[in-house]
């Protein structure tokens, strides 16, 4: 596919793939409608080789359907070690307590109550294998933050 690009969107790529290749990095952009955010963000992702994600809205997507799709990037990016990029519009927010979840991913990585206790001793057992191969002492908690 040939892709023109002016040269201002040539250095939004670069800044987006700079903080996205970043350990946890995160980007709000902010701009009008339609001026290519998402596209850019695509485009970056790709670069870095990373899986774009985002959550398809329906009239009944609430507070559980988000739980169990943020489970699957964290299981796909602390289990299995893909790069992912969860790209999230305004529009897509359609309760407020979304931004809880999503303040809490931003600010410690770590979603209070997004899984339970057998599904985090699963998560452990299957992390320790990783954990040893980094050098790191084998804890239940050690373990959990290397996931997250």
């Known amino acids: 596919m040939d892709l023109v690009l002016f040269e201002d969107a040539m250095k939004h790529v670069c800044r987006i793939t700079r903080i996205?290749?970043?350990d946890a990095g995160h980007a709000l952009l902010v701009g009008v409608g339609g001026s290519g955010k998402q596209s850019l963000s695509r485009l970056s992702s790709f670069i870095c080789m990373q899986t774009t994600t985002t959550i398809m809205i329906s009239s009944t997507y609430g507070l559980n359907d988000l739980k169990a799709d943020l489970q699957v990037m964290y299981n796909k990016s602390g289990l299995k070690d893909e790069g992912i990029m969860f790209l999230l519009t305004e529009g897509q927010i359609t309760n407020e307590r979304f931004l809880v979840f999503i303040n809490d991913l931003l600010s410690s990585g770590e979603i209070a109550d997004l899984f339970a206790n057998?599904?985090?001793?699963?998560?452990?057992?299957g992390i320790r294998p990783a954990v040893k191969s980094a050098g790191i002492l084998d804890s239940r908690d050690n373990c959990w933050n290397f996931y997250i």
């Open 20 to 22: 996205i290749s970043a």
């Open 118 to 125: 057998e599904d985090k001793d699963g998560i452990v057992n």
